[in-house]
């Protein structure tokens, strides 16, 4: 398996342009999760999906943001309209929810928005 | 909440030395993990203790966990340049959330 696979790799967009982070988890993994990654933020979860169905969105910034996984082996994370602040880098990661299972993260999307 | 909330130290030490890092926790957990981010980069896995173990070793990490205290303890032995990187724990209840993790600089 390749692993976790993001796309694109870089993104910049001007303020109020839509943008589409794309996910594939590995296959048979059963949960993803999105993160945000900034110097003052930190790494923040966004949302989780268990068996495809959305778990915890309690992450979610705002309704600019939206996520949705439309089978297990495809995840989109959508941002409209866009704005500066979202600028960072967003991970997706995916797992086989259980005892003791590690997750696996994708490179990331670095995301600029000008 | 988040499951992992590392003490946030950025720690510098010379190569070969040992690296100690904390970590605290806010519920009961199953088990907890280490993960490392190289600058840049996703985080990788680094190792497991389940919540009745109270040491674990793989290569040069140590970890420790006291479940009474909610917190957990790694080391990283005969550091290198290449340990260099943030490392996270998250306490295993699926959601997958991380504190703000500890970053170490290891110089040559």
């Known amino acids: 398996d390749a692993g976790v696979i993001q796309s694109p790799r870089h993104e910049v967009t001007e303020m109020g342009q839509e943008v589409t982070l794309r996910c594939k988890p590995i296959?048979?993994?059963?949960?993803l999760f999105w993160y945000r990654q900034t110097m003052m933020r930190g790494l923040e979860l966004l949302i989780y999906?268990?068996?495809?169905?959305?778990?915890?969105d309690s992450g979610m910034p705002e309704d600019r943001f939206s996520a949705k996984m439309p089978n297990a082996s495809f995840s989109t994370l959508k941002i409209q309209p866009s704005e500066p602040r979202d600028s960072a880098v967003y991970f997706c990661?995916?797992?086989?929810?259980?005892?003791?299972?590690?997750?696996?993260f994708g490179q990331g999307t670095r995301l600029t928005v000008v | 909440s988040q499951q992992g909330e590392e003490d946030p130290q950025a720690l510098s030490i010379q190569e070969g030395e040992n690296a100690t890092m904390n970590c605290s926790y806010k519920?009961?957990?199953?088990?907890l993990q280490w993960y490392r981010q190289n600058s840049g980069r996703g985080l990788v896995h680094l190792i497991l203790?389940?919540?009745?173990?109270r040491e674990k070793h793989s290569g040069r990490l140590r970890v420790t966990l006291d479940t009474s205290k909610k917190s957990s303890s790694l080391l990283i032995t005969a550091s290198r340049a290449a340990d260099t990187a943030s490392y996270f724990c998250?306490?295993?209840?699926?959601?997958?959330?991380f504190g703000k993790g500890n970053q170490v600089v290891v110089i040559p």
């Open positions: 990661a995916s797992s086989f929810t259980g005892r003791g299972t590690e997750a696996f």
């Open positions: 296959s048979g993994h059963n949960s």
């Open positions: 999906f268990n068996n495809n169905v959305p778990i915890d």
């Open positions: 519920t009961s957990i199953n088990n």
């Open positions: 203790i389940r919540s009745n173990e």
């Open positions: 998250e306490g295993g209840n699926n959601r997958l959330a």
